[in-house]
């Protein structure tokens, strides 16, 4: 089956740092998506990435589909505490149906205040 | 608007039991996904329901897990007989149909198994 590998693992970073994270694949994706899960909570929607080439916004937050489709970045800049939780980076493959996604495995992020 | 729930929150059960969950969808949510997290790894597909139907059941890691939907509405993930390699968090989430929607996840069941 298709595989994310998501790095890195975990971060631990001092407020006001940028954080990047990146998510890499063998196989061509459709769409990129980030996710962030909190505790106690299930993943959150943060930016959809449709395009290649794709770069999108959403506050601090900027993700990159990569222009070979296989890759994608997450960006967070000037990192607050409410940063902290895991991120998810996820793929949907014109192969599958019905928006199941291949997820990557996370990465914890911890910001120190 | 009510977001996707999922009862329990936790399971401790014991290697051998039967354990069932349960998730409640967005109303009006026609399709339905199950997915499993185990310790420290991806999320992991499981199925996908269109209304009662199983569109898509690839990602069941064996006949042990079955899931049901009857009527449309709530459905339920029945373990059957727990294996440890079972424990992780398992994810409910829902989708509209059309458009470019994602589905809404649920705040997951963690399963336990000793």
């Known amino acids: 089956g298709q595989q994310l590998n998501q790095s890195p693992q975990s971060m631990f970073i001092q407020e006001g740092e940028d954080v990047s994270m990146n998510c890499t694949s063998s196989?061509?994706?459709?769409?990129w998506l980030w996710y962030k899960q909190e505790p106690g909570e299930g993943p959150v929607l943060l930016i959809a990435?449709?395009?290649?080439?794709e770069l999108t916004s959403n506050g601090r937050l900027t993700a990159q589909f990569g222009i070979t489709r296989k890759d994608s970045f997450l960006n967070i800049s000037a990192s607050i505490p409410s940063d902290v939780g895991i991120y998810f980076c996820?793929?949907?493959?014109?192969?599958?149906?019905?928006?199941?996604?291949?997820f990557g495995e996370g990465t914890q992020l911890t910001v120190n205040p | 608007e009510a977001g996707v729930t999922q009862f329990p929150s936790h399971s401790v059960i014991e290697k051998g039991q039967t354990v069932t969950l349960r998730c409640d969808p967005i109303?009006?949510?026609?399709?339905l996904y199950w997915y499993r997290r185990v310790m420290g790894k991806e999320i992991k597909f499981l199925l996908h329901?269109?209304?009662?139907?199983?569109?898509?059941e690839s990602g069941m890691p064996n006949n042990r897990f079955l899931a049901e939907r009857t009527g449309g509405t709530y459905s339920t993930l029945k373990v059957q007989p727990a294996e440890l390699e079972d424990s992780g968090v398992y994810f409910c989430?829902?989708?509209?149909?059309?458009?470019?929607?994602?589905?809404?996840f649920g705040p997951g069941t963690r399963l336990t198994v000793l």
């Open positions: 109303s009006g949510h026609d399709n």
């Open positions: 196989s061509i994706f459709n769409t």
């Open positions: 996820a793929g949907q493959w014109s192969g599958t149906s019905g928006s199941r996604l291949t």
């Open positions: 990435l449709y395009k290649a080439g």
């Open positions: 989430a829902s989708r509209g149909t059309g458009g470019r929607g994602w589905p809404f």
């Open positions: 329901f269109v209304k009662e139907s199983k569109q898509d």
